[in-house]
């Protein structure tokens, strides 16, 4: 291996872990322990911040501030990269959102502080270009990475949680995983406050901070992280238990609803539909798009919404006189 190829991979193996001891280092790049402190001293040369401490369990860390390797981006280029990601995270496929995540993790990690405030700065400004109620937007990018790297280096974290009510709390937690559940991010992770599992909404988090304490991680509460979510979300009172009569077989109206909510059959040609929800856009989009005779019956709250919902629709239909 040549010394550029080795450089560019102890660059890339610095970004994947939190801290690397130096044996361990030496080991995976087949060197000698004085061909690292080289290696190092060259990357520290071109101005990569990288920290090393000594003694027992001594080694070596990639702080936030380096600049991306070997790509040269300006910082027009990694904001757009970023926010990017961004949008893929929140995305249709749970596939590239994993990816998208982590390579965003692996990003963000490495940007000067200027270019993740200016990220911020253009992520509370921008015009999302699709239905907000339909995703959960992330305007904290600097929490949601912190989170994923928390997640991959078993390190607990610190964060304050807005909660569905508006009020705040601080929390502590030991981080296992990151789900994606109807486009909105959860975090699954061991409350110490609280002494068992919580999930908590990704884009509810602000200020998350490392603790540089790991702890041993512990089985998931389930085998399928997002059955588990979509569970807890079941479990949680809502503000508005929607109940309607449909008009269509329940079979069919059942395959249409999915998970969103509870189909009872009537009769062959009609049943009971019940959205327990906290957003009546999103209990109107599914009874609307059913494409069958509805009479809603409560509550008082979803009924008026629906009504409104119906008199914008129609006035915007109307032919001009």
Known sequence: M???????????????????????????LGVSPRTLRRDIDSLQELGYPITATRGTG??????????????????????????????ITSGPSPTSADAALSAMAKIVQVLPV??????????AVAVPARNPGARGD???????????LACRDTETVEFVYRTRTGDTAARTVHPH????????????????????????????????????????????????????????????????PVRATVG????????????????????DTSCR????????????FCIGA??????????????AYMRAWGRRLTAGTQEPP
């Open 138 to 148: 992330i305007t904290d990018v600097a929490s949601l990475t912190t989170l994923a």
């Open 248 to 267: 269509a077989p329940a079979e069919r109206v059942r395959k249409q609803i999915a998970h969103y909510g509870t189909v009872e059959p009537v009769d």
């Open 114 to 123: 200027r270019i993740r405030r200016r990220i911020d700065s253009l992520r």
């Open 177 to 240: 995983r990151i789900a994606r559940v109807e486009n909105r991010l959860y975090l699954i992770a061991w409350d110490l406050d609280r002494a068992d599992w919580r999930t908590f909404r990704v884009d509810r988090i602000g200020d998350a901070k490392r603790t540089g304490t790991t702890f041993a991680p512990r089985t998931l509460p389930a085998d399928d992280p997002v059955a588990y979510v979509r569970a807890r979300i079941s479990a949680m009172p809502a503000r508005y």
């Open 58 to 87: 001594g080694g070596y860390q990639l702080s936030p501030g380096a600049s991306l390797p070997p790509l040269v981006l300006s910082e027009d280029e990694a904001a757009a990269i970023v926010m990017g990601l961004q949008e």
């Open 290 to 303: 059913l494409d069958a005779p509805v009479v809603v019956h409560g509550p008082p709250e979803a009924i």
């Open 273 to 284: 539909v019940e959205i327990v929800t906290d957003s009546l856009d999103w209990a109107t």
């Open 2 to 28: 040549s010394t550029g190829t080795r450089v560019l991979e102890l660059l890339g193996l610095l970004q994947s872990r939190r801290h690397w001891p130096s044996h361990d280092l030496a080991r995976r």
